[in-house]
């Protein structure tokens, strides 16, 4: 391994243990490393004696790290923290990806790679009122709680938090434009979980019906 | 008028009215806006068949031949049906291929020849028809469908591409090759024709349209994703809009834990003292216990500071060394005397010790030190000659130093 690799492979695997999510939009030079299968599999075995390992999300465009054995009950306590975690996110985070799609007027919702306009998302919430609601529900408490009454704060707020969650990612340190990261990725293999075990679909079908009976 | 005549003022009406025409083809619905000053206009298009009145009471609309053009010209990536009638094109060409084998063995020269230029036009007319179904359905995967922005109509432009590339596909591998090139054997002309540039475009078509389906799928599975995602979206924001006290159940305390939930807790890589911790405070003490006690030694070091007052410093005589003092001696000699000294003669005044060389480099070396005006007293000339065979190199055996 030359100095250039050993040094890649140190940054990543730093990266990974500092439960950075690697995609070519977070980091281009460590995704292509990791796109190869020798370098990738050196990731892993670096990983997996330490006891963790590398993972891919279904769509395979994004890497992260996990533990190798989860059966330990310290293991069990940080990933139980880690689920708090991220499930106290899911409600702001589909909150605000509905928001973006209204605002926007895209008929999808974030993916990686696609490119957030701070101006563009303002002009859309100044449009239309319900929005500035919305948003005002996204910072009134949780991990985008804000004390700010304006709308381009509270919005600059989250998009902030965004940024420093691994969500989004500046195209440069000084501009108003997010990149959507591979994070995204892994959240929607969440919500689809949670969707599939507790038949969230058919929950929201049988209230549509009931509402429709009443 | 000429047909050639004809021809030109057809191609001069469509430059004469190029604003209209374009205006009609940029509407999308390819309507003819009419006015009353641009009647004659409208009139003369439809004369020339550029423009078409379906019926009396409905708008004038640009032909589809004209419509077509501009789309080939301008690349547009305007959603356009295939004509996907392929069959019928490679039957005409058999037609032909028979009727110009039939006026060759009947000698009829100009219906061979007549026949001969028909098959060539409908030979490149269905190479290039391949060839803009192919590429029009590239334009149309390369732009990702942006025409539209629904994800609904996304997918079914996608759907009718697909479609489009099999129908093409199954028409192509209809078209009988073997049968081509088995009668295009017995003529040169049908050769070039049928053994050549049709099956290369054939070719050239399918690996292309092979490509575009794999893209297609592949963006097609994209956009099925994006619509379950946008799905789910949808439905856990109604689902807390109806109840916001909802929270998933904690499978990370289940028996089995699902992977997606496995995620490694964040590694502080940096070290810190953490002074809270008490951990190690034992250990500390005992380590601390057995240190001795005494002070240990000073080990600073001090200097006596040299005062930097000018005035209090006394004059500093530097002394010459003896053999410094025997040099100086043949340079005032050599000016008391106004004589000429020979630096090997001037050895003897040298103190015990110091050899000849070091006596001679001396005399040299001070002579180069002197300062300008000291040194124009003086002049040193060496002795010797040049080396008999390396004839660059100049052996001094002896140096004279001379006054000026």
Not at chain 2, 47 to 53: D, Q, S
């Amino acid at each position: 391994m030359s100095i250039e690799q050993s040094q890649e492979f140190g940054r990543i695997i730093e990266s990974l243990l500092a439960q950075e999510f690697i995609c070519q939009y977070t980091d281009e030079i460590a995704y292509e490393y990791l796109s190869s299968e020798t370098y990738r599999d050196n990731v892993d075995r670096f990983l997996r004696k330490i006891g963790r390992c590398l993972r891919q999300t279904e769509d395979r465009n994004t890497y992260y790290c996990a533990y190798l054995n989860i059966d330990s009950s310290t293991v069990r306590k940080h990933l139980s923290q880690q689920f708090k975690m991220t499930i106290n996110e899911l409600e702001p985070l589909c909150r605000w990806l509905s928001l973006i799609m209204s605002a926007t007027q895209r008929d999808a919702p974030i993916s990686p790679g696609d490119a957030l306009r701070q101006g563009e998302i303002l002009s859309g919430l100044e449009n239309a009122p319900a929005l500035v609601d919305d948003l005002a529900l996204i910072v009134r408490s949780g991990p985008f709680a804000s004390k700010k009454d304006k709308v381009s704060d509270q919005l600059n707020h989250v998009l902030n938090a965004l940024d420093d969650q691994g969500y989004l990612q500046r195209s440069s340190p000084s501009s108003s434009i997010y990149i959507a990261t591979g994070k995204w990725s892994y959240l929607f293999e969440v919500l689809e979980f949670i969707h599939t075990h507790e038949e969230i679909g058919r929950v929201s079908q049988n209230e549509e019906q009931n509402g429709e009976v009443w | 008028m000429s047909f050639n005549a004809a021809g030109i003022h057809v191609l001069k009406a469509v430059g004469k009215h190029a604003e209209l025409i374009m205006g009609a083809f940029e509407s999308n619905q390819n309507v003819l806006s009419e006015t009353v000053s641009n009647e004659k206009a409208v009139n003369e298009l439809i004369r020339l068949r550029i423009a078409v009145r379906d019926d009396l009471d409905s708008e004038v609309r640009l032909n589809s031949t004209i419509k077509n053009l501009l789309e080939h010209s301008l690349k547009t990536d305007r959603l356009r049906m295939v004509n996907a009638d392929i069959g019928q094109a490679v039957e005409g060409i058999f037609l032909l291929v028979e009727q110009y084998f039939s006026a060759k063995k009947a000698n009829y020269e100009n219906d061979r020849l007549k026949y001969l230029h028909e098959l060539q036009d409908n030979v490149s007319e269905l190479c290039d028809s391949l060839l803009d179904q192919t590429r029009g359905i590239w334009r149309q995967a390369d732009s990702d469908f942006s025409v539209v922005a629904l994800l609904s109509g996304k997918i079914a432009l996608n759907k009718n591409a697909i479609n489009k590339v099999e129908s093409i596909l199954n028409v192509i591998d209809l078209i009988d090759l073997s049968k081509m090139y088995q009668i295009g054997e017995r003529d040169r002309e049908l050769r070039r024709l049928l053994h050549v540039r049709l099956p290369k475009t054939i070719e050239l078509c399918r690996r292309d349209l092979s490509d575009a389906i794999n893209r297609l799928n592949k963006m097609l599975f994209k956009l099925n994703t994006l619509v379950a995602r946008r799905r789910l979206v949808q439905q856990f924001t109604d689902l807390w809009n109806a109840n916001p006290s909802y929270q998933p159940v904690d499978y990370v305390d289940k028996i089995d834990l699902p992977q997606v939930f496995n995620r490694v807790k964040k590694i502080p890589l940096l070290g810190a003292a953490d002074i809270q911790n008490t951990s190690q405070e034992l250990q500390l003490s005992e380590m601390l216990e057995g240190l001795r006690k005494k002070p240990p030694v000073k080990e600073d070091q001090f200097v006596d500071r040299v005062s930097a007052n000018i005035e209090e410093q006394p004059p500093v005589i530097i002394k010459l060394s003896e053999f410094k003092v025997a040099i100086r001696e043949v340079f005032f000699n050599c000016l008391s005397n106004n004589e000429a000294i020979n630096g090997l003669e001037s050895y003897k005044m040298s103190p015990d010790g110091i050899d000849v060389d070091i006596w001679i480099y001396a005399l040299i070396a001070e002579f180069n030190a002197l300062n300008e005006s000291s040194r124009k007293l003086f002049s040193l000339e060496f002795n010797g000659a040049s080396d008999t065979i390396f004839t660059g190199n100049f052996k001094a055996e002896n140096i004279t130093l001379c006054p000026n």
